[in-house]
Structure formats: C-alpha cells, structure tokens
C-alpha cells in the first residue's frame, strides 16, 4: 500500500517509519501523502491509540527533497502536502510521539513542534537550514518555534540554520529526553505503552484543553503565510543556485 513509508500497528500502537534511507529519508511529494494518508487513518481506527513517527535506518528525516525544489519539481505538490500534513497535525487528537535518530532537518526537526512526546539519540543533528537554502520557514515553526523555545533561541536557529543537538532540544523542552543512540524507538514504545494504561477519552480532552481554541486555524494560517514566501523565494536566482550548491554537496 505504501512505497515512502512504513505503517505497522500493533497493540493499539501505529507505527509510521519515513522509508527512503538512500536520501536519508528526505520528503518527497508521495512521501507527504502516505503520511497524511496514515495519520487520518490512525485518527479513525478504533485499534491505534497512540500514534509513533520514526526512520529507517538510523536517520529521522533529511527534511524536503530539494529535487521537487527545482524549476522542472513539483511545487504546487510539495505545498499541498506540507499543508495537508501539517493541518492533518493539528486536527489529530490522539497522541504522537516522535523517536528520532541521526538526522532531522527542516520539516524533521519541525515536526517536534506538533508532537505530544520526544526522544532522540544523543549524537543526533538537528538543523532548520531555511535561511541557508534561501526559504521562507514552514511549518508553522515561524510563529511556534519562539512559543516553544524562547524568541531569542527560535531567531538562532531560524536565522543561522545551524546546526544543534539533542543536548540543547533537551534543555529548550524541544524533546523529553537524549537517550542512548539507537534506543529513541525503545523509548518510545515505552513511553506509548504507559499511555495506554490511561483513560484515552482524557487523554485526548487534557491534549485538546492544551491547545489555543483557534489551533489548527492558527497552523494552517501560518503556514499558508509560510508557504507563499517560500514560493516567491524558491523562483530567486539566488535560492536556486543555493538549492544547487546543496544538491551537489557544496552547501
């Protein structure tokens, strides 16, 4: 059913692994699809309680596959699929934890900002390298990123695009806990099977009582904000010439 990912449930957990270890699991147009696809379908199965994002292969997410960046890419696809997952996100009402490993870049590390639970490797690389690509922030990480981490920390890293790790997410409250390399998943199946043994009708009201009562209008309103400079950036010569330097490994 999936080429991008993979979906495994298994007492009450939903597993969904990014699946393109040759790129390191960077996200391609398809790859946001079947992930939306599993989420909503996560969000309507009486037998998925919790809900697990992971990668394969030791790497969380490479972030956007540049090559739908380019002028012959998809672009109206990759807009349509940052906005529907990140709108998916915003809805969802069960709890998602994130088990990360390796990499997580651009939307990798962005997808902490939706996330109910973290934990990542301790030599894991974290980066939003917009500014570096020559984008526009995506996401909805231009307006939560400073809720999450301080205005201060959010223009750090939004405006340098370094790179930082699980030392410092720890300390902003970006994740739960740096574990072991290679035990984020153990982790997180951990911490999913303690939720299991809570009532799931209050779980889900304590998530929704936790979020402003315009949340998913304030996602989806920042990220089409988001979206539109993206677009006018990614059409520069400037950006394109960026987005080449990284694809031949200059960047």
Not at 42 to 48: G, P, W
Not at 93 to 113: D, H, S, T, W
Not at 171 to 200: C, M, P, Y
Request: aromatic share 6%; hydrophobic share 45%.
């Amino acid at each position: 059913m999936y080429q991008d990912i993979e979906f495994n449930v298994e007492q009450r957990i939903a597993t969904i692994t990014f699946n393109r270890p040759e790129v390191f699991n960077a996200i391609r147009v398809q790859t946001y699809q079947e992930v939306i696809s599993a989420l909503k379908d996560c969000e309507q199965r009486d037998d998925v309680s919790v809900i697990i994002i992971t990668g394969a292969a030791g790497k969380f997410c490479a972030g956007n596959d540049l090559t739908d960046l380019l002028p012959e890419g998809d672009l109206a696809g990759v807009q349509q699929g940052v906005a529907g997952i990140f709108d998916t996100l915003a809805a969802m009402q069960k709890p998602l934890i994130l088990a990360q490993e390796g990499v997580a870049v651009g939307i990798g590390a962005n997808l902490l900002l939706h996330a109910d639970l973290a934990f990542a490797g301790r030599s894991i690389r974290y980066s939003l390298p917009f500014s570096k690509i020559g984008v526009a922030a995506e996401g909805g990480s231009s307006v939560l990123l400073k809720e999450m981490i301080g205005p201060k920390a959010a223009a750090d890293l939004l405006l340098t695009g370094r790179f930082f790790n699980a030392e410092e997410a720890e300390r902003w409250g970006f994740i739960n806990k740096a574990v072991d390399d290679g035990s984020a998943l153990e982790h997180a199946q951990k911490a999913a099977t303690e939720l299991l043994k809570n009532s799931q009708d209050a779980i889900r009201a304590i998530k929704q009582l936790g979020r402003r009562e315009d949340h998913r209008q304030r996602v989806n309103s920042a990220v089409k904000a988001e979206m539109e400079a993206f677009s006018q950036l990614l059409q520069t010569p400037e950006t394109q010439m960026r987005i080449q330097q990284v694809l031949k490994g200059k960047g």
